[in-house]
């Protein structure tokens, strides 16, 4: 009798048919028009170096839970027709999505709308990935520590909203010191959204609300 013991895939980007040689930026969320999907798409696409040195994988369907269809997602399928570097994965159980941040080196969040927290930006910060964002709501401050240091870069949503998201890609894409440092950085900083951090600060205010009502 011989033994071979069982194994595992260990390049998850050959699981998506990803270019393990470029840079990989990742979109997760809703394929919705608040999202920002196609002015995501319109920014990769207007750069040959993005094309060339990068991979961007969109993972996400219409709603939570299933791969729904709409009109938008038919544009958004229509934008990335025969472009090899942008990958639709379509909806991505819950479970299964540290796969994809782990095999990912940059999350980008081009939300158009006011985004209440912004998980996914925590989600990519403990995966290690710099981070590109809109100006959205929490989305800003979520990326600054106390220090004022970043672990992304956050894109206004102007008139050159495009145009800036396709030059924060590139930059981060070309300086691999920028992205490793602010990926770390997030690294750190997302102890703070530790699920013992939130009960801890929980209890906190339980006892602090005690203690007005005791006082009153």
């Known amino acids: 009798f011989y033994t071979i013991d069982n ?3 260990i390049n998850r980007k050959k699981l998506y048919n990803i270019d393990n040689k470029k840079v990989t930026i990742i979109f997760s969320g809703r394929i919705v028009p ?5 002015e995501l798409i319109n920014a990769f696409k207007g750069s040959d170096y993005l094309l060339n040195n990068a ?3 969109i993972a996400g369907g219409v709603i939570y839970g299933e791969n729904g269809k709409s009109d938008y997602l038919k544009r958004v399928q229509e934008a990335i027709k025969n472009i090899n570097s942008i990958i ?3 909806y991505i159980p819950y479970q299964e999505m540290p796969c994809l941040y782990m095999m990912s080196d940059i999350g980008i969040i081009p939300t158009m709308c006011e985004e209440a927290f912004g998980l996914c930006a925590i ?3 403990a995966a290690g ?3 590109i964002v809109s100006d959205s709501g929490a989305l800003p401050d979520l990326l600054e520590n106390q220090s004022g240091e970043k672990c992304g870069i956050v894109v206004a949503r102007d008139y050159n909203y495009v145009e800036n998201l396709k030059k924060s890609m590139e930059y981060l894409v070309n300086n691999e010191i920028a992205r490793k440092k602010m990926g770390n950085l997030g690294k750190q900083m997302v102890e703070n959204y530790s699920k013992q951090n939130y009960c801890s600060k929980f209890f906190e205010l ?3 609300i005690k203690l007005t009502v005791s006082i009153g």
């Open 88 to 90: 639709m994965t379509g």
């Open 7 to 9: 194994r595992i895939i």
């Open 34 to 38: 608040e999202k920002g999907c196609l």
């Open 129 to 131: 990935n710099a981070l």
């Open 123 to 125: 989600e990519n910060m």
């Open 206 to 208: 339980l006892d602090m």
């Open 55 to 57: 991979n961007l994988v």
